[in-house]
Nanobody, 122 residues
Framework: VQLVESGGGLVQPGGSLRLSCVAS????????MSWYRQAPGKERELVPH??????????NYADSVKGRFTISRDNGKNTVYLQMNSLKPEDTAVYYC??????????????WGQGTQVTVSS
Protein backbone atom coordinates (compact mmCIF):
# COMPACT_ATOMS: atom_id res chain seq x y z
CA VAL A 1 0.00 0.00 0.00
CA GLN A 2 1.29 3.45 -0.90
CA LEU A 3 0.00 7.00 -0.72
CA VAL A 4 2.38 9.48 -2.32
CA GLU A 5 1.71 13.20 -1.93
CA SER A 6 3.20 15.93 -4.08
CA GLY A 7 2.67 19.57 -4.94
CA GLY A 8 3.72 21.28 -1.73
CA GLY A 9 6.07 24.23 -1.63
CA LEU A 10 6.53 27.86 -0.72
CA VAL A 11 3.83 30.31 -1.78
CA GLN A 12 3.02 33.91 -0.95
CA PRO A 13 -0.15 34.83 0.98
CA GLY A 14 -3.10 34.90 -1.40
CA GLY A 15 -1.49 32.38 -3.69
CA SER A 16 -2.58 28.89 -4.73
CA LEU A 17 -1.25 25.36 -4.70
CA ARG A 18 -2.64 22.02 -5.80
CA LEU A 19 -1.66 18.92 -3.86
CA SER A 20 -1.93 15.44 -5.35
CA CYS A 21 -1.98 12.05 -3.66
CA VAL A 22 -1.52 8.94 -5.78
CA ALA A 23 -2.72 5.71 -4.21
CA SER A 24 -1.77 2.11 -4.91
CA UNK A 25 -2.21 -1.29 -3.32
CA UNK A 26 -5.89 -1.04 -2.45
CA UNK A 27 -9.22 -0.32 -4.16
CA UNK A 28 -9.07 3.45 -4.25
CA UNK A 29 -12.55 4.05 -5.65
CA UNK A 30 -14.27 2.34 -2.73
CA UNK A 31 -12.43 4.33 -0.06
CA UNK A 32 -13.20 7.59 1.64
CA MET A 33 -10.20 9.88 1.34
CA SER A 34 -9.08 12.81 3.44
CA TRP A 35 -6.42 15.46 3.71
CA TYR A 36 -5.03 16.30 7.13
CA ARG A 37 -2.49 18.90 8.13
CA GLN A 38 -0.18 19.37 11.06
CA ALA A 39 1.51 22.62 11.95
CA PRO A 40 4.51 22.75 14.33
CA GLY A 41 3.40 22.29 17.92
CA LYS A 42 -0.20 21.54 16.94
CA GLU A 43 -2.29 18.43 16.60
CA ARG A 44 -3.03 16.93 13.23
CA GLU A 45 -6.37 18.23 11.96
CA LEU A 46 -8.79 17.06 9.29
CA VAL A 47 -8.98 19.57 6.45
CA PRO A 48 -11.38 18.11 3.84
CA HIS A 49 -12.92 14.70 3.31
CA UNK A 50 -14.43 13.05 0.25
CA UNK A 51 -16.43 9.85 0.30
CA UNK A 52 -16.00 6.95 -2.08
CA UNK A 53 -17.78 6.66 -5.41
CA UNK A 54 -20.14 4.22 -3.67
CA UNK A 55 -21.41 7.12 -1.56
CA UNK A 56 -21.41 9.63 -4.38
CA UNK A 57 -18.17 11.42 -3.62
CA UNK A 58 -19.69 13.87 -1.17
CA UNK A 59 -17.38 16.33 0.54
CA ASN A 60 -17.06 18.23 3.77
CA TYR A 61 -14.54 20.80 4.94
CA ALA A 62 -13.14 22.28 8.09
CA ASP A 63 -14.56 25.75 8.73
CA SER A 64 -11.09 27.25 8.44
CA VAL A 65 -10.80 26.27 4.75
CA LYS A 66 -14.37 26.45 3.48
CA GLY A 67 -14.62 28.50 0.33
CA ARG A 68 -10.86 28.39 -0.23
CA PHE A 69 -9.96 24.69 -0.53
CA THR A 70 -11.50 22.08 -2.82
CA ILE A 71 -11.01 18.32 -2.56
CA SER A 72 -11.63 16.16 -5.60
CA ARG A 73 -10.79 12.67 -6.81
CA ASP A 74 -10.03 10.94 -10.10
CA ASN A 75 -10.82 7.27 -9.60
CA GLY A 76 -9.35 6.40 -12.99
CA LYS A 77 -5.98 7.76 -11.86
CA ASN A 78 -6.25 6.61 -8.22
CA THR A 79 -5.59 10.19 -7.22
CA VAL A 80 -7.09 12.63 -4.76
CA TYR A 81 -6.41 16.36 -5.11
CA LEU A 82 -6.51 19.36 -2.84
CA GLN A 83 -6.82 22.70 -4.59
CA MET A 84 -5.85 25.45 -2.16
CA ASN A 85 -6.63 29.06 -3.02
CA SER A 86 -6.31 32.32 -1.10
CA LEU A 87 -3.65 30.77 1.07
CA LYS A 88 -2.88 32.31 4.44
CA PRO A 89 0.20 32.03 6.67
CA GLU A 90 -1.87 29.94 9.10
CA ASP A 91 -2.26 27.30 6.37
CA THR A 92 1.43 26.52 6.77
CA ALA A 93 1.73 22.86 7.74
CA VAL A 94 2.67 19.41 6.57
CA TYR A 95 -0.27 18.05 4.59
CA TYR A 96 -1.04 14.34 4.70
CA CYS A 97 -3.30 12.19 2.57
CA UNK A 98 -5.26 9.44 4.31
CA UNK A 99 -7.30 6.49 3.10
CA UNK A 100 -10.13 5.91 5.54
CA UNK A 101 -13.25 3.79 5.46
CA UNK A 102 -13.48 1.23 2.69
CA UNK A 103 -17.16 1.09 1.81
CA UNK A 104 -16.84 -2.15 -0.10
CA UNK A 105 -14.92 -4.07 2.59
CA UNK A 106 -16.76 -2.15 5.35
CA UNK A 107 -13.63 -1.52 7.41
CA UNK A 108 -11.22 1.27 8.30
CA UNK A 109 -7.94 1.21 6.39
CA UNK A 110 -6.08 4.12 8.06
CA UNK A 111 -3.36 4.33 5.44
CA TRP A 112 -1.27 7.54 5.51
CA GLY A 113 1.06 9.22 3.08
CA GLN A 114 4.44 10.62 4.05
CA GLY A 115 3.30 14.25 3.90
CA THR A 116 4.18 17.30 1.85
CA GLN A 117 5.22 20.65 3.28
CA VAL A 118 3.20 23.75 2.48
CA THR A 119 4.67 27.08 3.57
CA VAL A 120 2.76 30.33 3.11
CA SER A 121 5.03 33.30 3.60
CA SER A 122 6.03 36.57 2.00
Amino acid sequence: VQLVESGGGLVQPGGSLRLSCVASGFTFSSCDMSWYRQAPGKERELVPHITSVINGGSTNYADSVKGRFTISRDNGKNTVYLQMNSLKPEDTAVYYCKAGFDRRLLRQLKYWGQGTQVTVSS
